[in-house]
């Protein structure tokens, strides 16, 4: 079942620095939320804040509070592990594993969770997350060659299906579209529609009409200066924040008359 997330007060370091300071923030289950702003405002920090990928960085911490379905994110209890394996991500720079192959790729994350898995099983989860994926045509016929063989745009792809072959609730994409091809960037926007059914989905962008086609709601983030945190500016309804936003600063930037 795909989760709800409700951020509150979120302040992000690294070491002393701060990056983001207090974002409060609701995500709905089952909806695609995109997290637009310049450059160095924290979009990528507070994402990956979202399934404990932030603090693998040294130094690197939270404050606030982050509640995944009723649950503590940054709770004592809370395995961070089990959340990364839980909260899908994926990154702007395609991430296979060079060494596997494509096949051993996609389910790489499954022989993680999974105690063993009949042939069978693997074969059709592969299959599944592919097709998904959009990939499967192109490498049904290479499945045992390296990850690393494919173009970037499959490379991507590739990543997208290792993200989803696990299920997660929740899926994390940092500017997924970044170093694809019109063509690409259109097989992944589909793929965004077709799984928002079931996962809830937070995707960064600097692609203004991208967020405009695959998202319902959008945050804007901003910082006034280098140096200073980045903040949530405001989110809503996308059609909301690109028509009609509230803040000058929003309209600014949707706008293109930027800095
Ligand atoms: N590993 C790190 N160590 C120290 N500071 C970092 C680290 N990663 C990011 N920062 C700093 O945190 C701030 C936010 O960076 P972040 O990468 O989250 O921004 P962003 O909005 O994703 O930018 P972009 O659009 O360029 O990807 C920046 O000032 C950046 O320099
Ligand atoms: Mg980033």
Known sequence: MAKS????????YYGDFLAVEGVTIPIAAKSVTAFIGPSGCGKSSFLRSLNRMHEVIPGARVEGKIIIDGNDLYGAGTDPVAVRREIG?????????????????VIAGMRLNAKRMKKSEADDAVEKSLRSANLWAEVEDRLRRPGSSLSGGQQQRLCIARAIAVEPQVLLMDEPCSALDPISTSAIED??????????????????????RVSETTAFFNLSAVGEPGRLVEYGSTTKIFSNPDNESTEAYISGRFG
């Open 5 to 12: 997330i409700d951020v509150s007060d979120l302040n992000i």
């Open 89 to 105: 991500m994926v990154f702007q720079r395609p991430n296979p594993f060079p060494t596997m192959s494509i096949y051993e790729n």
């Open 191 to 212: 793929l965004i529609h077709d799984l928002q059914h079931d996962y809830t989905i937070v995707i960064v962008t600097h692609n203004m009409q991208q967020a405009a």
